[in-house]
């Protein structure tokens, strides 16, 4: 027997039995910042690719709204802190080694390039819009000039901000189901591929239903594979690692993990979208919807179950 | 200087008087504590060991809480004591999520609180206020670069071993086994 017992009858509320100090917001925050990424790499790829005309609602429509959604994104982190007076803290300082304070930063930067993006449309998708004041009239005109530059910088702010979301958590080596470099990519990955399933959602062409579909097949491809290692990986690592891995295989959030993230969150979707491309018809909300909803449940299993590993002594 | 703490286990009774110490000296809020006491039994009668070990925040040499702090509270002051500035913090909670012992937690006034190694007491000559109180004298303190002090003298005559060395934070709590 090998037990260990707090003697002096520590009970601190979020910390004892075991560490629950982050609740929905942090998952929240990390799912809504992938989506937007998501949203934003690929409005940027297709007009780099100069697609814009063949992928209307991917390039136009789905960047109307990430502004909100980055919004609501840093709200739910802000909902998370517990010293909220004192948020602006945040932006007195850079610290290259805390992702918490270069990811705010990234925020910082990509949430005015989204309304940007979003305002140089405007006119295009709303004729009978009008700026008012002559100054976002000149923005708006800088804004479309320089397009194929705001897309450049779209996709490496999308990028950062994805991987981002994955390094937030994966930095914590003191939470062993954290603490795997396949975080950055896995969650970067799967922001992509909720990002697609929305503007697949948005879109009334056939076509571009079809290129998206084809590119969401690959995200989610890579995302299981990336799972595999992920276990893997831990079932080879130390024995803190094979107990956090044990947490889906067999322990507490296996059903859920399985059932809402794998199964219903990838493997059908996928399915729906290979059989779509065979040339059945299946409404295209349903696999857009399953994957949104996976990409959610993954964030919130990821963050629950990586706060009760911890290291044994 | 590097402030450091050597907790002989063979000693320690698990009182609890230096919890209750360091919540009187510090003004810990109620429910709440900055060290505790941890008995940690091993194996069944009549083979059984009893380990009863003092913890609190081992201000480690390789901190995570200071790396992952995004507004620069969690610092390190002279002699390797990891502090939180209250008014710089915000309570995100990252660096409780990156202590692997669990040695920090958030005040119910919102800011993020943990052992200080009294470093108030410190600055006046005195040492912390558990080392002070420990009835049976098996806490040790002090600089680790000077080989008269305490915590330096009782490292040199028996065995130590640091809680989880594994997590690679290099702690500064050495319990004497
Ligand atoms: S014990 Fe925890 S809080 Fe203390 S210095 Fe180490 S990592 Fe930071
Ligand atoms: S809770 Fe406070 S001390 Fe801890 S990382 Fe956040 S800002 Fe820094």
Redesign the pocket.
Known sequence: MNEELFVSGRNIPNIDPYLNIWHWQIPIYLYLGGLAAGIMFFAGYFTVMRKEKDMEATVKWAPFLVPGVLVLGLFALFLDLKHQLYFWRLYTTIRFESPMSWGAWTLMLITPLSFVWAASYMKELFPKWDWKFNILNKVESLAIKYREFLAWMMMLLAIVLGVYTGILLSAFN?RPLWNTSILGPLFLVSGLSTGLATAMWMSKSKYERKVLSRLDLIMIFVELFLIIHLLMGFLAASEVQIEAAQLFLGGEFTAVFWSFVIILGLAFPATLEILELRGYHIPVWIPALLILIGGLVFRFVMVEAGQITRFLY | MRYAMAIDTKKCVGCGDCVVACQTENNVPHGYCRDWIVENVNGSYPNVEIELRSER????DN????RCCPTGA?HIIEGGI?KVTHNECIGCGA?IQ????D??YSHPDGYVD??TFCDHRLEKGQSTACVEVCPTNCLYFGDLEDPNSDVSKALKNRKWKVLAPEAG?K?QLYFLT
């Not at chain 2, 990156?98 to 012992?101: A, K, L, V």
């Open positions: 003191a | 925040c081992n201000h480690c901190s995570p809480c200071v969690s990891v660096c990156s202590c692997p012992y040695a920090r943990k052992c934070t702690p």
